[in-house]
C-alpha cells in the first residue's frame, strides 16, 4: 500500500519538506560564496552566471545521455574554468574584483545560451537524474508516493554537502588552505611572507565557483530543466543565508561550525520563502522579499552591538555612581 507523507502532515508540512530540500541544495551555492565573500574577501559577482553555467551544462549532457554524476563533474570544471577567468582578469589584468565579476557574469549568459542553444532546456521523463537514483534505490516512490522527489532532493543534498563540508575543513587546515585565508585577511602581510597572493585569489575563485556550479548542476536535476536566467539573483541569496547562519546560529571559533552554519542559514531562507508563500505572497514579490530579508539579517548585528554598549555603558554609570 502506497504511504503520503502529505496524508498525515497536510500540505504545508510537504511544501516545507521541498523547501529544506531546496536549502540543503542552494547550501552548497552558499559555500562557494561564503569562500569568496568572507574567506578571501573578495565580492565575487560571478556566482550568477557560474550558477547557470553548471545546470546549464549538465543539462545539456543528461539529455544527450551522457550519466548524470559525470554531468555534475564536467559542471564543476567549468565553474571553476569561469572562476579562473574572474581571477585572471583581476590579477593579471589588474581589473577591480567586483567589475572582474560583473564582465564574466555577461559574458555567461551568452556562454551559457550557446550550450543550450536556447534560452532552456528541459529534462523528460526519460532523462535519468541523481534524485533517480536515489528513488529506485531506496524505494522512495513506496514509502513517500508524491513526496519522492523532495525526499530524494534531500537525501542529495545532505550526501554531497556533508562531503564537501568534510572536504573543505580538512583542505582549509592545510597549508595551501591556510595561504589562502591568510590572503583573506592581510594579503599584504602574506605577501610578506612569500605567498603568491595572486595564485591564492585565482584558486579560491576556481573552488568558489565551482562549488556554485555544482549546485546549479544539482538544482536543475531536482527542477529537471535547465535555463539561461536561473542564477539572476544567486548571490543575495548567498549573502542572505551566510548572514542569516550566523545572525541565527552564532560566530563560533569551530571552522567546520561556520561552514554548516551556511548551509542551515540556506535552509532558513528557503523555509521563509515557503512559509510567506504559503501565506498567500505573490511569486513576483520574492526579489523583494529576499532584499528585506538580507537587511534585517544584517541589520540584527548592529542592533545587537548598539544594545551591548547601551548596557554596558549603563553598568558604568553604576559603578562610577556606587563610587
Not at 112 to 121: E, K, R, Y
Not at 148 to 172: E, H, K, Q, R
Not at 257 to 266: A, N, P, R, T
Amino acid at each position: 500500500m502506497l504511504l503520503n507523507i502529505g496524508d498525515f502532515l497536510g500540505p504545508f508540512s510537504s511544501a516545507m519538506v521541498g523547501a529544506v530540500a531546496q536549502g540543503v541544495l542552494w547550501g552548497i551555492m552558499a559555500l562557494g560564496v561564503y569562500i569568496t565573500f568572507k574567506i578571501l574577501d573578495f565580492p565575487d559577482m560571478t556566482v550568477d552566471g557560474s550558477f547557470a553555467l553548471g545546470g546549464c551544462t549538465c543539462a545539456m549532457l543528461i539529455t544527450h545521455g551522457v550519466h548524470p554524476l559525470l554531468g555534475v563533474l564536467v559542471a564543476i570544471l567549468a565553474g571553476m574554468a569561469a572562476g579562473y577567468i574572474t581571477g585572471f582578469l583581476h590579477t593579471k589584468l589588474n581589473i577591480p574584483g567586483i567589475l572582474a565579476g560583473i564582465l564574466m557574469m555577461l559574458a555567461l549568459y551568452s556562454i551559457n545560451l550557446h550550450i543550450m542553444g536556447g534560452p532552456n532546456q528541459p529534462l523528460s521523463r526519460a532523462h535519468v537524474t541523481i534524485m533517480n537514483y536515489i528513488n529506485n534505490l531506496c524505494r522512495l516512490p513506496v514509502i513517500f508516493k508524491d513526496n519522492a522527489t523532495s525526499v530524494s532532493s534531500l537525501i542529495t543534498g545532505i550526501l554531497f554537502s556533508g562531503a564537501l563540508i568534510a572536504i573543505l575543513y580538512w583542505f582549509f587546515g592545510t597549508e595551501l588552505g591556510s595561504a589562502i585565508r591568510a590572503t583573506g585577511d592581510n594579503e599584504r602581510m602574506s605577501r610578506a611572507q612569500g605567498v603568491n597572493t595572486d595564485r591564492m585569489k585565482i584558486l579560491a575563485l576556481m573552488i568558489s565557483n565551482g562549488l556554485v556550479a555544482l549546485s546549479g548542476a544539482l538544482v536543475m536535476q531536482q527542477q529537471r530543466f535547465g535555463d539561461v536566467s536561473m542564477g539572476i539573483g544567486t548571490i543575495v541569496i548567498g549573502l542572505a543565508s551566510i548572514i542569516i547562519g550566523e545572525v541565527v546560529f552564532g560566530q563560533r571559533l569551530a571552522f567546520w561550525f561556520y561552514l554548516l552554519s551556511v548551509v542551515l542559514g540556506s535552509v532558513i531562507y528557503r523555509l521563509i520563502i515557503a512559509i510567506v508563500l504559503q501565506l498567500g505572497m505573490k511569486t513576483q514579490d520574492l526579489k523583494l522579499l529576499s532584499a528585506i530579508v538580507v537587511t534585517i539579517a544584517l541589520s540584527v548585528p548592529v542592533f545587537k552591538k548598539k544594545l551591548r554598549s547601551k548596557k554596558n555603558a549603563g553598568c558604568r554609570t553604576r559603578i562610577h555612581r556606587r563610587t
